[in-house]
């Protein structure tokens, strides 16, 4: 991995939560993954938001459709395992035109190193799709910011239901 | 595990519209199939949201709703069916301990809208140890419209944290009582009620 590439690495969940916060999101729920600690921290840090960790990622699907229900603009962080527990959960944005900003971090699709993470990897996208939520996806991490920005103003400006994928090989290999 | 019968008598109905009927201002979540139902029967309301469907979220829909509204109260009112599909909730909202959140289950110990079928928690499950285990600020199991008429007017206040309570009630079906379906319309409408614009 090139230098400069492995610096917007480390400095693209900054960009994002900025992103997040020029959008005005006060509240982010989450299941963790390694891809979004440092985005978790940030959101853990900041009295303006409520950060709520998750049992599994359908709750947070819930809990965003009760934010706006109430005023208030949330995010969804996951990995893309979580994403098929998702699925029914959909049926409430979707049907009720909730605005939706899922985040969802890729495994099993580059340079995995457990062949458990492949078949949701594979999954995500259609899965997604197949209920109803509009698919962005970036691979590097100055586009992720462009495109975050672009998914939360369909989100929250058009109530759409978004999901932008954040490729793994922008993530990087994991260490073991 | 053998099911138990249950032995309530108390109607779903007056159950919910003994909880309802000391609400001021109070925000009001519903779970689907009977306690949708159930709510919509003791009076439609701008600031009630009514979930058809996505079971497991009700609990959920509330926490939300509670933390996006810190300075009113929501009560989410749903049934034992739905919120056994969403056990971990409780883990998830003692853990977020909102003061201004109190979940009601109507439990009938059955599936009312599938045919009938016994629940866990007509299987010795209880909800309200559950919850109390989990760390909410009470929780209790209601059987009469005495018990249910002594919490109801508190829950127009904020208390320590998360409240639950389990209202044992009757397996009967009453007539269905059906809000709108249209998820828009309901949203809207119960934003339009805190002041938001439509969309």
Redesign the interface.
Known sequence: MAEGTRDSATTWPAEVYRTLKAAEVRQAAYVPDAGHTALIDLFLADSEVAATVLTTEEEGVAIAAGAWLGGQRSVLLMQSSGAGNCINMLSLPVMGRFPLLMLVTMRGEWAEFNPWQVPMGRATQPALEAIGIRVMRADEPALLVETVGAAAALAYDSDQQVAVLIGQRLLGRKKW | MTPMSTSSTLSRRAAVAALLAPRKDL?V?TGLGSPTYDVHAAGDRDDN?Y???????????????????PK?RVLVVTGDGEQLM?F??L??IA??GPRNLAIAVIDNQHYGETGMQVSHTGRGIDLAAVAAAAGFAAAATLRNEAEIAAIAPTLNEPAEGPRFYVIKVAADSPPRSMPSRD??F??NR??AH???AA?
């Not at chain 2, 979930?51 to 509204?69: E, F, I, K, N, S």
Request: net charge positive; hydrophobic share 60%; aromatic share 10%.
């Open positions: 925000l979540v949201y979930l058809w469907g996505a079971m497991g979220g009700a609990a959920l829909v509330g926490l939300g709703l509670a933390q996006a509204q009113r969403a971990g909730s883990a998830t853990a977020a998820a828009v309901i949203k119960f934003r805190l002041g938001f969309g």
